[in-house]
């Protein structure tokens, strides 16, 4: 959720910065700021957090979606 793959709608994004800090976004390998190049799925990549439509000019409001609709397609 909220990455590249999978944004999240751009309202949401003042609520998640309200609640979640760059070092608690960086124990679940997120980041307010910058990524790593690392791909998908490797140990330490970091995934920069992505609110707003890109690419398909989707947006996802809740994991289930994001899963069935994008993740699940790629496993």
Do not use: H
């Not at 979640?20 to 976004?25: L, M, N, P, Y």
Request: hydrophobic residues 30%.
């Amino acid at each position: 959720m909220c990455s590249s793959l999978c944004p999240c709608e751009a309202a949401e994004k003042t609520k998640w910065q309200a609640n979640i800090t760059e070092v608690q976004a960086k124990t679940f390998y997120r980041s307010w700021v910058s990524e790593t190049t690392k791909p998908f799925k490797t140990e330490g990549g970091i995934v920069k957090m992505q609110f707003g439509p890109i690419n398909n000019g989707k947006t996802y409001k809740s994991f289930d979606k994001c899963y069935t609709e994008v993740l699940a397609k790629k496993t």
